[in-house]
């Protein structure tokens, strides 16, 4: 198992010890002696001002850091990019540090189980898109952040280009998502489904592109519970196109 870069941990400090949007002093002091207490792990900076030496906060929060073990590295930086003293709402540069650490070191030190998805349906769609890289690729990165709470927008917006690579290679062209809609009809009642499913699968899918673009525009920040439907729709949109795909094929 291999440790977090030096140069990470770097840009984690730089983010999160930020003079407007990070930290202050007294609240990186506060949450590392409670770590160093749990974990049992001794740190150069327990108090507050720091002493000589010490330029800023930032080389402070790098140099406590470095005293902990890699997962719980990972454990403190995702926790701190949560902390309620941080502004309201979290700043990008908080949001895309937690995102990184998590698409970067989750599989490591991180990852769980979901509790909420439907795992079989997870793992179907997975063996389904084994001859679909690329957009099992996004797939996988989207589930690790579901399972690691990161209920962001660009969640949403992996999930969905997952799902326009899988109909590019399918309908064998390149276009958008929106364009492709059209074609999702005739395709299944190309392939053996009825017109009623036809109808209600390209109108799903079509409510489902506007669901998207809507936070895509906006910028919001998306509910759990909507996260986990959407997250189900589209395995269950990936799963039956392939299948099909494989049927006409």
Known sequence: MHGIPSMFLTHASDVLGDTSDGLSG??????????????????PHASYPFGAGVPNKRTALLENLKCFSPKDQYRI???????????????????????????????????????TLNVSLVE???????????????????LTKFNNNVFERNLLDDLRLSLELLLKVIFQNTKSFE????????FISTNGGSKEFSNMFRTLVDYYSKYQNSFVKHNDAVIEEEVEFIFEMTSSFMKHLVKMNVRGG
């Open 26 to 43: 007294s609240s990186i002091v506060k949450a590392f002696t409670a770590y160093a207490f749990d974990l049992d792990v001794n740190i």
């Open 77 to 115: 930086i995702k926790e701190l990019c949560e902390h309620p003293n941080l502004p309201k709402p979290a700043p990008d540069s908080v949001n895309n540090l937690k995102i990184q650490l998590i698409a970067r070191y989750g599989d490591q030190f991180g990852a769980v189980s979901s509790e």
């Open 124 to 142: 179907e769609v997975k063996h389904w898109l084994s001859d679909y890289p690329d957009s099992l690729n996004l797939y996988d990165t989207a």
């Open 179 to 186: 364009n492709q809609i059209p074609h999702i009809g005739s």
